[in-house]
């Protein structure tokens, strides 16, 4: 599963909501360089998805009761650093880039809502 799609799922998962999620398929690509202790890499895939949420939330003194919807290719980038400061120890950092296009009630206008985070890492190999 491409690393969009978890990022969906996990947006999904931590609404107070009835929700269905599907993801189908997805392709991704990763060149990386090596320049010693520091590995850099960047990425791109894309992630067919298929989202339903109908929304039962209270937001300031409202009850939201929207209803979304997304039936999409979700195209995502990324591009990190990895640092070996041991034989089986290192830390990286990642950025993530998802461009979102998101339609809103009333006008339904596009809205450029992407999603950008940065991600930290420690990790150990056992090989």
Known sequence: MSRAALIVREAVRALPATSR???TNGVDATI????????WFASAGIARTELKVQVDAFIAESHDRSRVSLNTNLPWL??????AFDPRWSVAAELLYVPLDVRRAPDFSPTDDSLTSVRAQLRYSFD
Not at 32 to 39: L, N
Not at 78 to 83: A, F, H, K
């Open 32 to 39: 990386g360089w090596d320049a010693g202790a520091w590995k």
């Open 78 to 83: 990324t591009i990190g650093l990895r640092y």
């Open 21 to 23: 999620y599907v993801t």
